[in-house]
């Protein structure tokens, strides 16, 4: 399985990215996809989840209200819409794959994509 993010950049204050992550391989009983980020000298923090039958969404408190989660079942895309951008977002933005019940929007994810920053100036 193999993840491919994209869609970061640098982006002022304000402003708004799009990040799409794409699946393939030998993908079977999706559970959850998932946006992780961090920043440096940060460990890894949650940013959002879906659920991949029933399309329910988990957001970290820090994004709750301006980024939005959603996806493509026929093209196993998931996106990112990330709007009222702050300097603090400034990141390297992983997408996740969770196969099978793992615990959860939250729980332990089984594939990373390779990451796409995102820079927002102040």
């Known amino acids: 399985v193999q993840l491919q993010a994209s869609g970061g950049g640098l982006v002022q204050a304000g402003g708004s990215l799009r990040l799409s992550c794409s699946a393939s391989?030998?993908?079977?009983?999706?559970?959850?996809m998932a946006w992780f980020h961090q920043a440096p000298g940060k460990e890894r923090e949650f940013v959002a989840a879906?659920?991949?039958?029933?399309?329910?969404?988990d957001y970290g408190e820090s994004v709750l209200g301006r980024f939005t989660i959603s996806k493509d079942n026929a093209k196993n895309t998931v996106y990112l819409q990330m709007d009222g951008l702050r300097p603090e977002d400034t990141a390297v933005y992983y997408c996740a794959l969770q196969m099978g019940p793992r615990g959860g929007p939250r729980g332990e994810f089984d594939y990373w994509g390779q990451g796409t920053l995102v820079t927002v100036s102040s």
């Open positions: 879906i659920s991949w039958i029933l399309g329910r969404t």
């Open positions: 391989g030998d993908i079977f009983s999706i559970k959850h």
